[in-house]
């Protein structure tokens, strides 16, 4: 059974970092995943929205703007892991973040977009105090 597992989260002040890294298994992230990921947040009572995305090679990247500068997208397809490297983090980023996998292999065509999206993990919590 896929399963996307996310790890990192936390409460730190303003102005620190976190990393969150989030592992994929299952027989379709077995060995060869050519999927693009990504990462979305949920503040409480709204929808998720986009963070970042990085296509299944790590050659492109995607950003919101509200993290452009402060937040970075990688992946490792050895270990099938993707990382979110946050810093200067605000309070306005506190939510709770969600790793996603693409639901079509190699092609990445929406990013932003929720529905491109056929894998969810369970989220992982960061607060950030001020």
């Known amino acids: 059974q896929e399963q996307l597992v996310e790890s990192g989260g936390g409460l730190v002040q303003a102005g620190a970092s976190l990393r969150l890294s989030c592992s994929a298994s299952?027989?379709?992230?077995?060995?060869?995943?050519?999927?693009?990921m990504a990462w979305f947040r949920q503040f409480p009572g709204k929808e998720r929205d986009f963070v970042a995305a990085i296509s299944w090679t790590g050659a492109n990247t995607y950003y919101a703007d509200s993290v452009k500068g402060r937040f970075t997208i990688s992946r490792d397809n050895h270990k099938i892991t993707v990382d979110l490297q946050m810093n200067s983090l605000k309070p306005e980023d506190t939510a709770v973040y969600f790793c996603a996998a693409a639901r079509a292999r190699y092609t990445l065509q929406n990013p932003r977009r929720e529905d491109e999206y056929g894998f969810w993990g369970q989220g992982t919590q960061v607060t950030v105090s001020s």
């Open positions: 299952g027989r379709t992230f077995s060995t060869f995943s050519p999927y693009g």
